[in-house]
């Protein structure tokens, strides 16, 4: 136990220190006077023994000073007077204090809000049970049909499948809403791991149709809908009109295939229904590895039973069908959009980290080169080198404690603020700061400090203070030559930076400037939708129809409305299968897929879009009518090139019916506004009458209005005659145009941002060293001016240093950005990776701005007075 | 502040040790005690007394209290603590090793 009681003993050297102290002044005066008085008992004057005493015990300060390095406590009070020291320097100067703390604080924030939400986002393992072992098909194979034969014949994955954003009208105590759900088999839950919290999940049996049907609901819905009303379980909910037995309640964190996801029903299985086991229905599989098994062997496994699954269709399927078919994890899969963006965001926030530890080294370095003499003293004075260097490790240490909180702070801050700055990120629930990105982050700031900072101290420091008489003349070019160096640094990831941030300036240019084909100012849109029991057959939808366009066209202010089965640029799929006049298949090739979009007669000028020739929908083409279609105008050219498309035919692969071209209208960008997929071979308009929805299906419609109305006064027009119909989603087209591109618009903000901070910090960083080389030179720029130089060409001495800079920075940072851009290549669009005005833009920017941060020094060096300057010596 | 040179190294600690070893003393009667016991030959000096007093309480060999002497001033007493007493016992057999050691070789020459 004897060290518990050193331990005591330090802690209390430590904590009581005043008043050892002053029991060892007690202690030391106590002696000296017994030796006194026992002078005095051996004859001695009062004087004599008061002499003799105090010569004999010699110097107290020193004795005690003997006394308290025995406590072994030294270096912990060293270390304490050292931050007490640093802190009181720190103080003295708070303009480079401030400075310095900003600096880090901010590029610390920035680098751990940027780093933690990439890390949560890309590797922060799934929550479900060995996450690894899910496994999903990058590749066209969906639909109940693929999904059930590797359901039931695979041996290396146990596969389910799911539908994925379903929305449905449901029906909850009066009021009709639209939910976002998933169908799901009913071995997902064992796929993937999971329990209900409450209830069970769906049986094998609840896959058959004709059983009564049941739904598990998210927490958020239970908390939301139900007020947590643990009596949920056995509750009814109306789904499009079917009711639906709640059975469970998922955990909180349970958000497959998507955040947002309030319900989950299970499919139903009718092997009878050859178009729900082979039509349209995306069921997508995804699996569980089995145990022991490897991804080689899943992978042989899919391949062959893709070449099985292949002639099971009904109809022919392409041959190229499901060939390079690949197995990829989930978790890979789930945030393969999100990636190069996350990668581009988090480098480009890494640079702004080095580009702002570079500033606060140049700072340390500028300040260390003025107290040079001041350390050369305290040197000259007895202070061991290693004690001063220590001295200054702790000041930096104090500076970088400083701007470390604070960087927290800006974090913490910033971490709430960036879902809404990418809201197109997966994943982004519960973003917090990542133990593993601060490291990464501290790691990063902390070779950089280390490497910029340390590393011209050192050497300064251990060249020794021999030169520090001769500083008050020049300052020797070594460190001249360091700082400007870094400053080109500096200056080189601020040009890769702008670089990155004018490509995406561009694209969204480019983006803002793509013709859509739509031309309709004031034009607002939302999604319609209705139970089936509207649809029952084509000609009560039809009415159906009929009779929401006389109610909505009444409400003051609308001046027209328009139906179609789609709104352009929300990218959901609207794909047929066709087979087209003159253009015949071979047996085993992929058919023709056209976008198929439904139309009422006065869609087309509602939305702006010309007519090139023949004639648009009317009235009259109605179910009982020829069945027609209008084509796009590059549809027409790349299935007629000679002009001959009005009259030709088109025939869904699936149907018997040809429809008669009648008419060709100018190209929209439906799908996005970067164009369709490379599979879309053109676009058909056929007339909504022609193409109800009919036989029971789920009503979903798009609707456009021409006129200024609210949400507000568009549902209560429907509350009365139409409780059951839900109007969701009601925008300015424009808005859903902008929104398309949110994803570019929030990187290149973002990445304009971390530029700009860039270039800002870079240029206060070639303002500080050119103004602190100017200080160093005044003597120097006097002399010459005496000896006849003008003022012009002085202050151009100064502005060339700048320019000498600034340039070798632009070309480093551009052969930087010629690498990295191959990261925003996916983001970009109508802009080359290696744009010519964008890699010209950002050094010009930089070449200005680092100029225009030299002016100051170099205005004050022109002014310079040679008579003050050679009188001050 | 040298150390006297006719103490051996180390010897100061059994000193201080033994002294305090039957009641507690303060330190300028360490001094004279060791002084007028070895009939004024160990003259300790403060300069070496009063560090060794506190290195001999950081390694918790001995303990300090403070309170008035008999004269009425305010004094820190020292005594041994547990593990100093055993510390006590170990340099007390090693010194005799040590004397003994040096008597033999020094009769024998």
Known sequence: MLWWRRLQLRIRSLTERDRLERELDQ???????????????????????????????????????????QRHTRWIEDLLTDARFAIRGLRQSPGFTWAAVATIALGLGANLALFSTAYRVLFRPLPYADPDQLLEIAGPIAGVGPATVLRQMAKQVEWAGYLPNVERNAQLGGGALRLRTAAATWNLAG?????????????????????????????????ERFSSDPGVLGRRILLDEEPYEIIGVMPAWFTFPAAGTELWVPIRYDPADISYLWGSY?????????????????????????????????????????VGAALVRHQTALVSNARPKLI????????????????????????????EREFATREALGAGRGRLLRQLVTENLVLAGVGGVAGIAVALGLLPVLPGLVPDLPRLDGLALEPRAAVLVLFAMGMTFGVLSLVPMFRTFLLGARSVSTARMTLSRRPARVSLSLAGFQLALATALLIGAGLMARTLWRLD???????????????????????????????????????????????????????????????????????????????????????????????????????????????????VAIISESTAQRFWPDGSAIGKTIRPVSGKVWRTVVGVVADVAHYSLAGFPSWVDGVQYVPLNQSMPGSGNVVQLSIFLQGAVTAGVLEGALRKSFPDVVLSGLAPLQRVRRESVADRRSTMWLLSGLASMGLLLGSVGVYGILTQRFAQRTREIGIRLALGATTGSVAVTVLREALVVAAMGSVVGISAAIVLTRYLRSLLFGVAEHDLAAFLAGPVVLIVTALLAAALPGLRAARVDPATVLRAE | MGKPSDLLQGTLDLLILKTI???????????????????????????SLYPALYRLENQGWIQSETRETESGRVAKFYSLTREGRKQLAKELGQWERLSSAVGLVVKQA
């Open chain 1, 27 to 69: 202690e030391l005066v106590f002696h000296l006077a017994e030796q006194k008085a026992d002078y005095e008992r051996q004859a001695m004057t009062a004087a004599e023994a008061e002499f003799r005493a105090r010569r004999e015990f010699g110097a107290l300060g020193s004795l005690a000073e003997q006394c308290r390095d």
């Open chain 1, 191 to 223: 796929v993937l791991g999971v329990q209900p919290a409450m209830g069970r999940w769906f049986e094998e049996r609840e896959e058959s149709a004709g059983r009564h049907r049941v739904a598990v609901i998210s927490q958020r819905m239970w908390r």
């Open chain 1, 282 to 322: 995306n069921l997508l599989p995804i699996g569980r590895l089995s145990n022991g098994g490897s991804m080689e062997a899943a992978q042989a496994e899919l391949s062959g039973l893709i070449q099985r699954i292949r002639p099971m269709f009904p109809w022919r399927m392409p041959d190229q069908w499901g």
């Open chain 1, 344 to 371: 581009a965001l988090a480098a480009a926030s890494l640079f702004l980290l080095i580009i702002a530890c570079g500033n606060v080294s140049n700072l340390l370095l500028a300040r260390w080169i003025r107290r």
């Open chain 1, 513 to 627: 400037n793509v013709d859509s084909g739509i031309r309709a100012p004031g034009v607002l849109t939302a999604t319609v939708s209705a139970g089936p029991s509207r649809c029952a057959t084509a000609a009560r939808c039809r009415a159906f129809v009929e009779d929401l366009t006389a109610t909505l066209g009444g409400v003051a202010g609308v001046q027209s409305v328009n139906w179609s089965n789609g709104t352009p640029l929300v990218k959901r799929q609207s794909a047929m299968s066709v087979a087209v006049q003159d253009h015949p298949r071979p047996p085993g090739a992929p058919a023709f897929v056209l976008w198929h979009l439904t139309a009422t007669p006065g869609y087309f000028p509602a939305l702006g879009i010309p007519l090139r020739s023949g004639r648009l929908f009317t009235e009259s083409d109605t179910a009982r009518a020829l069945p």
């Open chain 2, 21 to 47: 070893s039957l009641e507690p003393v303060h330190g300028w009667a360490i001094a004279k005690r060791i002084q007028q016991v070895s009939n004024e030959v160990l003259l300790v000096q403060q300069g």
